[in-house]
Every structure is written in C-alpha cells, then in structure tokens.
C-alpha cells in the first residue's frame, strides 16, 4: 500500500483511541463511529463500582503518562475514562469521532476496490452508566462514506451471552446477565447465585456479598488462576507481571508457580492475623489445588471471591447444576437455595455490519485465530483489521491493542509489508496451535488468548522495535534492570526503531518500581537455569527472546 489512506474506525473505546493516533501521527485520515454518547466503550456501560484489573502502569500507553509510576494503582472506571478523555484532548481526536452513530453495512466495491460504509446518526442512548440519555433523531438519515481500509474496534464485551440454563423453566427467581448488573444494594437481604468466577463474576461476588443474605459463585471445573490485585504489603501485584518471569520458557511454567505459591504460603503465615493474610492463603490454596500457573491458565487478576468465602462466608461450587423453583441442585448433591442469580457468562462476539456482503469477516472476527496475528483479515491483507481481540493470559488488552495499532498504521504507510496470503495463513496456523498447547481447554474457550509478552514481542519483532536487552545490560545497566525486573509496559518498544521515544521511556522507567524481591529471586534463578540448559543444548528450555 502506498499514499495516505483513510480508514474507517467502527467503535470509540480504547482501542479506536489509540489506532487514531498511531494513524495521525503517520499522516492518515480517518472517520471514527461510536453507537455511545461519549468515548470509553465497555467502561461507559460498566457497572458502578468497577475496578480494572490492571495497574495504572499496565493499561497506560507507552506515550501518555499520568507521571504516577512511582505510585500505582488500579483506576475505577471513571479514573481510567478520565485518563482517556485527556489521551484524546491531547491529540484532538473528538473532532474525528461520530457519537450516536451506528455502523449499518459494510460492503467492498469490485470495481474501485474501495469499502463502502453506511452509518446511521441520532441514535437514541438510555440507561447507559456514565452516558447521559438521548432519544432517538427520527429525521437522522442514512448515509454511506467510502475508505481504503476498515478497522474493527468494538470490543469482545459487546453481545451479552446468556445460555439457557438446565431446570430454568422451573426457576421463580430472576436471572440476569452481567451486563446488566449496576449495584449491589438491588441485592440486598437475598440470597444470590452468581454464575462464572472470570474477573466480573469474581468481583460482583464479593460486592454482593455485602448485602446479600448468601452468595454462592458456581463455575464449570477449574477458575481462572488467581492473582490478588494487592499483595499484602499494600503494592500492586502486577509488578511481577514482568520481563524476567515471562522469558522463562512455557515447560517451567507450572514449576515457577509452585514455587511461588509454597514460597509465598510460608512467609504470609508470619505476621499479624489479617483478613487480607487469610485470603492470600486461601488463594494460594485453590492454586495449587487445581496445579494451575500463570503460564498455562487465564488469570482471574482480582481476589474478589475468594474474600467473600473467607470474610463473609461465601460458597464456591464447581459442579454442572439443575434449577428448581427456589435453589440450584449440583451433580455432588449439593445445593444452593437462591432467589436471584446474576449470569457472568461472557460475552460473543458478532459483527452484524458485515452479515450481508461479507460473512467471511464476521467469521475471522468471531474466531481472531484465522487472522494474521491476530488483527489482519487475510481475505483482504492490509485492509481489514481487528483490534482489541487479542486477549492476554496476565497483562493488559490496551498496551496490546498499542502494539496491534503500530503494527497497522506501519503496514498502511508502506514501512512493513504483509507476507503472501499463504505464509500469514500458515503462521496463523503455527500461531494457533502454539496458543492450543499452551493453554489447552481456556484457548478454545478464549478464542483470542495470547501471552503478553511472546504476543506483544512477536509484533515487535516484525516492526523492528525489540528492546536491545544485552546492549542496554552493557551501557544502562539500570535501564535494563528496570525492563527485566519492572512491570511490562510498552516503553520498552519505543527505546530504538520505528515511532522510538527513548527520552520518554527512559523518563518513565526511572519511576517505575520494580517486582518483589521474592518473586523476582525465584523467576531470575528458573530462567538463569534454562539459559545455561539451552547452551548446553536442551533447546525444550530455551528463554524467551532472552
């Protein structure tokens, strides 16, 4: 592709945010088109009292701080909105966005090869969180704009989905997805079913669980492998969500999580009775009971459930269930009488704008695995893309989504140049069963699941941004003990090549802590030992990109 391009931006959350200004910033123009009233996506419809499950450190991009680092902590959804209201004024983005405005069909003309999109204006937006309330313009008409490239940004939190659950007919309670959960207080005196123990479903438990008479959480098999978002000495665990323990390789995974797990058992028994020393204990127990580890199993990033078993007596169930008029009857015999169940169970991913003319794309954005790394339509290379599906086991979808934005505006400027259609479909399948065997029942589950670290250094590698670890290790030894040992942030991709800042980065690194002594002596001693193995020729334990 060569000239400037303009591309077509469907959604105004993070995502579109970020892709807008790697495209500005290259000289592209674009149109953006968001169904809300305001920009932030997900976090404008969330429930009241939401809290991301990563740092300020892990969601904040690589060239807009809130020079906190040395102080992080984990943003409400009305912090993390604010940091993107102040993301867009910087770089004057509102002026290319279209509020209330709803994507209708999208369809690619033969004969000038150009898309042709038609939106609708003046939706009517009601009961939205932190949107105020708009009727619907009847005058609003359609219209129809033509782009060179198209760029997919509304999310996976988009199309509830609620199953139908085995005896539901006979339920007399009321059952309602996550989504549509606000407040605890409408469950007060009840007694509550949530159904799923993912990061929502983990924390509605723990809010609910302070009003309501009993709480019980059932899941299918094992939970997510849970990580607290604060250690018990008050820091941010996702400190240690850092370079050196994520270059070990995947046959060490589980091992550096027993380590881990044991060590940390052992020390929380010192130190004074706290509720918060019981449920990292409590934590450490459920790990290990399900021999799960952050390189092999989905993370659950908050310790929400776990505290209303410990504090406030919650019950954990992990069997399949039938539904009576007023309980939940589960295959070991137990059961649970409730009168309100709150479904956490995920959402679809649908993209009814391409249903007409192009079914292909609404399958590769339903099964992202078919796409070259995860973003670009290999039906039409360079021209269609999807952003925000790749979803990290551990870290941060907006940091990934920054990489996945580069990565694009690069390609529509002409700087990278997409592999033949055979060759990205033939990664796309390496990278696929790479995925598959790394986290085996979750990744068919999870159709975008993805390493942090492997994924975001896998397009670094393609845009030529790697940090230059030995280099660094020789002249700024502080500065590559920062990217080893601190948490993983994109500052470390833009110290050389393409769109680099090392100014900046260095600026923010010289802030940033670092993981915990514990962990960090356990991580670097596992990843020394498969260093010197891999020289000796055992290539099973060869670092990553170490």
């Known amino acids: 592709m060569s000239g400037k391009k303009h591309v077509c931006i469907i959604g105004g959350g993070s995502s579109a945010l970020i892709l807008m200004k790697e495209l500005q910033g290259l000289g592209h123009t674009f149109e953006c088109f968001e169904r809300f009233a305001c920009i932030g996506g997900v976090y404008v419809k969330a429930y ?36 993107l209201n102040a993301f867009a004024q910087k770089h004057d983005l509102f002026k290319h966005i279209n509020f209330r405005t709803s994507v209708e069909l999208v369809r690619k003309d033969p004969e000038t090869g150009k898309w042709l999109v038609t939106v609708l204006g003046g939706r009517p937006v009601k009961g939205i969180e932190r949107s105020p309330d708009y009727e619907e313009d009847t005058t609003a008409q359609p219209r129809t704009a033509e782009f060179d490239c198209v760029a997919v940004c509304t999310g996976t939190n988009t199309w509830p989905c609620l199953p139908s659950f085995p005896g539901q007919e006979n339920f007399k309670g009321t059952i309602v997805h996550s989504e549509y959960y606000k407040r605890p207080e409408d469950y007060k005196g009840k007694r509550v079913l949530v159904i799923g123990s993912g990061e929502s479903g983990s924390d509605i438990t723990n809010e609910i669980s302070y009003q309501a008479d009993k709480v019980a959480i059932a899941i299918r098999g094992k939970h997510g492998h849970l990580i607290p978002r604060i250690q018990a000495h008050g820091r941010v665990t996702d400190l240690n969500t850092n370079r050196c323990r994520y270059s070990n390789p995947y046959i060490f995974g589980d091992w550096i999580g027993w380590a881990t797990q044991v060590a940390k058992r052992m020390f929380a028994r010192f130190g004074p009775e706290t509720d918060m020393k019981k449920v990292l204990i409590k934590i450490g127990e459920l790990n290990m009971l399900q021999k799960t580890s952050a390189f092999s199993k989905f993370g659950c990033k908050n310790e929400g459930f776990v505290a209303a078993m410990v504090c406030r007596g919650a019950e954990l169930h992990r069997d399949n269930f039938v539904l009576h008029e007023d309980k939940a009857v589960f295959d070991d015999g137990t059961e649970f009488k409730c009168d309100a169940i709150v479904a956490c169970t995920g959402y679809r991913n649908a993209f009814p704008f391409f249903d007409q003319y192009h079914p292909e794309l609404c399958a590769a954005g339903m099964n992202p695995r078919g796409n070259y790394k995860q973003i670009f339509s290999i039906a039409y290379p360079g021209e269609v893309a999807f952003f925000g599906f790749a979803r990290p086991a551990f870290g941060s979808i907006p940091p990934t989504v920054e990489m996945q934005s580069r990565l694009f505006s690069l390609v529509v400027n002409g700087d990278v140049k997409l592999p033949s259609q055979e060759e990205m479909t033939k990664v796309a399948d390496q990278d696929r069963l790479e995925w598959e065997h ?90 020394f030992t498969a260093k010197v193995l891999s020289l000796l020729g055992f290539s099973r334990f060869k670092p990553n990109n170490f």
């Open 48 to 83: 009241y009292n939401t809290i991301l499950t990563t740092s300020s450190l892990l969601t904040a991009w690589s060239d807009h701080s809130d020079g906190k680092e040395n102080d992080p902590k984990f943003w409400t959804a009305e912090e993390y909105l604010e940091y």
């Open 438 to 527: 790394r986290f085996g029942y979750d990744a068919k589950r999870v159709k975008g699941l993805v390493d942090f670290q492997v994924y975001c250094d896998g397009l670094a590698k393609i845009m030529g941004v790697m940090p230059p670890l030995m280099h660094l290790f020789l002249t700024k030894p502080w500065l590559w003990f920062k990217i080893m040992f601190g948490p993983f942030t994109m500052h470390q991709y833009r110290i050389v090549g393409p769109q680099a800042d090392p100014k900046r980065a260095e600026d923010v690194y010289s802030r940033q802590p670092v993981g915990d002594l514990l962990e960090s002596t356990i991580t670097a001693s596992f990843l």
